[in-house]
Antibody, heavy 117, light 107 residues
Framework: EAQLFDSGGALVQPGGSLRLSCVAS????????MNWVRQAPGKGLEWVSS????????FYADSVRGRFTISRDNSKNTLYLQMNSLRAEDTAIYYC??????????WGQGTLVTVSS | EIVLTQSPGTLSLSPGERATLSCRAS??????LAWYQQKPGQAPRLLIY???KRATGIPATFSGSGSGTDFTLTISSLEPEDFAVYYC?????????FGQGTRLEIK
């Protein structure tokens, strides 16, 4: 069964930067599209960003476009989310998720990002 | 952006009862709709994709139906572990969007 381990969440000040990582195992990472989905405290799910298996195409929610960058290193089975110019409204648990045809079939355990002064 | 509206917001039922959850899209998503279950402190779990196909390991008590703009998730007989929050998600059009969720609670 596919395994995903998210990490990198922390407390950061508004305007700051953070990089999240997601290490994958037990499936062929280089063949899978990958995604980030977030959940603000007590709220619902919000899709953040997606990347094709080769990394050739990326997609972003309007709320993060221009501030966040998704990338991957297929040699390390690792997905990344570089987050810049962080805002209070970016506070959330961030989940990495594997997808098949953009259905999220496996999820990491989540990593908490808190943006506060 | 396609808006998904789930109803009801909260559904109170007893174990053994049948649950019917609704998801309505602001425009057609064809059959490209999925359902997820989320329990407190856990990541979501994929239940149903493409409106009616059960994901791996999902029991037959869960079923999905619908197409276009109106979709339903049915749990035929509630088990104690089924009480959770359920989300729908469309993949027909970017950006990918989720509904706001339906909380299924024990009556």
């Amino acid at each position: 069964e596919a395994q995903l381990f998210d990490s990198g969440g922390a407390l950061v000040q508004p305007g700051g930067s953070l990089r999240l990582s997601c290490v994958a195992s037990e499936f062929t990472f280089s063949s899978s599209a990958m995604n980030w989905v977030r959940q603000a405290p007590g709220k619902g799910l919000e899709w953040v960003s997606s990347i094709l298996n080769s990394g050739s195409d990326t997609f972003y929610a309007d709320s993060v476009r221009g501030r966040f960058t998704i990338s991957r290193d297929n040699s390390k089975n690792t997905l990344y989310l570089q987050m810049n110019s962080l805002r209070a409204e970016d506070t959330a648990i961030y989940y990495c998720a594997k997808s098949i045809n953009w259905n999220f079939d496996y999820w990491g355990q989540g990593t908490l990002v808190t943006v506060s002064s | 952006e396609i808006v998904l509206t789930q109803s009801p917001g909260t559904l109170s039922l007893s174990p053994g009862e049948r649950a019917t959850l609704s998801c309505r899209a602001s425009q057609s998503v064809s059959s490209y709709l999925a359902w997820y279950q989320q329990k407190p402190g856990q990541a979501p779990r994929l239940l149903i994709y493409d409106a009616s196909k059960r994901a791996t390991g999902i029991p037959a008590t869960f079923s999905g139906s619908g197409s276009g703009t109106d979709f339903t998730l049915t749990i035929s007989s509630l088990e104690p572990e089924d009480f959770a929050v359920y989300y729908c998600q469309q993949r027909n059009t970017w950006p990918l969007t989720f509904g706001q969720g339906t909380r299924l609670e024990i009556k």
